[in-house]
Structure formats: C-alpha cells, structure tokens
C-alpha cells in the first residue's frame, strides 16, 4: 500500500510499482522479475564473493593507507583480487583462492589514481623475496629537484615501507615490519634500501607498500603536520609473494590474538560451494518432478556483491 506525504508525494508499493522520493523527486519504478541462476552463474557469483571479501581483508590490513584511497579504490582492488584467482589455471571454482592465484596482478596496485606512485616518484622501487624467505627493496638513486613531485607545502617527505602477511586459510595477518626512510630535500643523488630481518612465515602471503608522505612544519604548534589527502597520496603495492605451507605447524589461537582477519567471509563461502556441488547440478527434467511441497534449495545465493556483516569498512 502506497501512502501520500504531507508535500503529495507518494511512498510504498502498489502491487508490482514501487513509489519513492528521491532529492525531492518522485521516482516510480518496477519491482524486478525473479531471475532464475544458472549453476554457473551461482558459482560465478560465489567466487566474486570471495574476491570481493579477500580484498575487504588487504583494506582492513592496509587501513592507514586506504582511508585515504580514490573513490575507485574498491572496486579496482575486487578486480584486481579476482584476476589473481582466475590467473589459477591448475585449480578450479570452489577449489582456489587467494593464496592460490597469480599474485602478479597485485603487484603494481595504486591506492590512489589521483596520484599514483609512478608518476610522482622518477625511479621504479624493486622488491623481491629471497631464498630465505626474506624480503629486499631497492629504491634506485633518485634527485628530488627532477621528476619528483609532492605538494607545494611541503616541508619534510619520508617513503613508508610496510610488510604485511595474510593468511585466509588461517584468517588472520600481521604487519611484519616496517620503515620509514627520510627523503631529504637535495639535488644529491640518494639511494635507499631495505631488508627486513624476519622470514616471511610459511603458508603466507606477502604484501610489501610504499608511500610518500608529506609533512609541513607548523610554526605555531612546533611540529610537523601531515599532509597527504585523497588528492595526494601516493602509495602503490611493490611486491606480492606466496609463500607454500611447508612442514610448520599451524599457529594457535593465542598466536593470533589482535591478528585475526575482521568479516573474511571465505570458509563460509567454501562451505556454499560444497553445497552447490552437492546439490545444485540437477536436471531441468529431475525439476519438473519436484514435489509441489518439497523445500526449495537452502543455498543462499548472494546477488551482486557480497554483503560483508559484522565488519568495519576501511574505505
């Protein structure tokens, strides 16, 4: 039932037509027909589900950089997460996930198009994963006075290193270590590098980000202000590594304390899939013969994107 407000406009639904407001406008519109899912397209969106909860997850490790991403962010890391998983060509829907996909397409990720790392930066910064497990960046020799850009009132930058390691299996991550290396304002050539002394844990995956900060110093309160902004912060993912579960035993619940991965959907969504294979492959012929009382299929199949409960959103 449709009610009229005191300005006349309507709200409600009168049979299939559905009455609304919107910015002072009245918006009519039609409910939807009932789609009916294919098994594929079931499994399709289940999987999208899971990328799309994996990248919920690498935005909750790197919350201090995301809060300030562009508007795009999420959706490009949902996409870049899904081209990881698909890049599996052994495994299957249902069978893989993050920890199985081509990490490559996560290397090179800007938090922020609207300043991306490689247009204010002049060098390319290199990271790459030793024999032991151990992570090496390499910022080549770089003059701040050509092709280094940063904002006009500026007084201070530094470049924010971050080590993060996830585990979905395990569900939770740990942001290993980190630096930050002072950039100083000079025409000097400088290099700089960066060896972080712990391993990368087995059955992990590494995440290594690079930020620029700037900072003006504040003649009134004495000290450095920060000021990157959604309109610039550059920060970029440098390297991303798989580290295969080795012989290690699995770390207990009080190793994880604080380090547990907030809202992963990804065992609940494992369990959606083994139901759909399960029971979701029937005949149109063995359909038609379905008693008129019988229940239909438990398997809530999430449309669109995945609703992530009992999360905190980080941008």
Known sequence: ???IDK??????????????????????SRKPARVRQTHATKESALEFGLASSSACAIRY??????FM????????LNAAVMRCMKGNKGKIRGERDLHDGDLSQLKGFQFNTNSPLDKVLPVRPECTLDQDRRIQ???????????????????????????MVMNFKEEYFECL????????????PKS???????????????????????????????????????????????GAFSIEAGDAPPMTDEQKVGKRIRGY??????????QLSRGGKRSAKSKRRKAPDQEEDPLAVPKGKLSLSRRVDYY
Request: proline fraction near 4%; hydrophobic fraction near 40%; charged fraction near 20%.
């Open 7 to 28: 300005k006349g406009f309507l709200h409600g639904k009168v049979g299939p037509i559905v009455y609304r407001v919107s910015r002072g406008q009245q918006i009519i």
């Open 265 to 274: 959907m990804g065992a609940k969504i494992f369990v959606k899939f083994s």
């Open 1 to 3: 039932m449709a009610k």
């Open 61 to 66: 490790a790197f919350s201090s950089i995301c």
């Open 177 to 188: 270590e980190h630096a930050d290396l002072p950039v100083n304002q000079s025409s000097k």
């Open 137 to 163: 960046v390499h910022v080549p020799a770089f003059r701040t006075d050509v092709g280094f850009k940063q904002d006009r009132e500026t007084t201070k930058s530094t470049m924010r290193l971050m080590l």
């Open 192 to 238: 700089f590098d960066w060896a972080p002394e712990k391993q990368i844990p087995e059955g992990c995956i590494a995440l290594v980000s690079l930020t620029l900060q700037n900072f003006a110093y504040s003649s009134a309160e004495q000290k450095h202000i920060y000021l990157n902004s959604r309109d610039f912060n550059p920060a970029e993912i440098i």
């Open 69 to 76: 991403g562009d508007q795009g962010m999420i959706n490009r």
